[in-house]
């Protein structure tokens, strides 16, 4: 069993910042990618940012220069820093992992349980 932790949320004024974290536990081969997606009230989930393990990132356009994404794969942790947040960032941030059971296996991708923020005026 693979489980992912989600830390960091909060509530934070328009131009504040938070550090999301998550981390992968359990008994497994290697992680490969790792996403953040956010699921703002009344819409669907989209994709924020990727990191793969080399650290290769790619960016949705609203949040480039404002969040970055970095991860340390000795603790199994992908990061989300974000800056200058802003009301429209308010919603649930969810980090998915693509994880190798075993070697050779093919990756299946695992989510965490999500962490609230809240951007006030």
């Known amino acids: 069993q693979v489980q992912l932790v989600e830390s960091g949320g909060g509530l934070v004024q328009a131009g504040g910042s938070l550090r999301l974290s998550c981390a992968a536990s359990?008994?497994?081969?290697?992680?490969?990618?790792m996403t953040w997606y956010r699921q703002a009230p009344g819409k669907q989930r989209e994709l924020l940012a990727a990191?793969?393990?080399?650290?290769?990132?790619n960016y949705l356009d609203s949040v480039k220069g404002r969040f970055t994404v970095s991860r340390d794969n000795a603790k199994n942790t992908v990061y989300l820093q974000m800056n200058s947040l802003k009301p429209e960032d308010t919603g649930v941030y969810y980090c998915?992992?693509?994880?190798?059971?075993?070697?050779?296996?093919?990756?299946?991708?695992?989510w965490g349980q999500g962490t609230q923020v809240t951007v006030s005026s």
């Open positions: 990191i793969t393990r080399s650290g290769r990132t």
């Open positions: 359990g008994i497994f081969f290697s992680i490969s990618d």
């Open positions: 998915k992992a693509e994880i190798l059971r075993f070697p050779g296996a093919t990756g299946s991708d695992y």
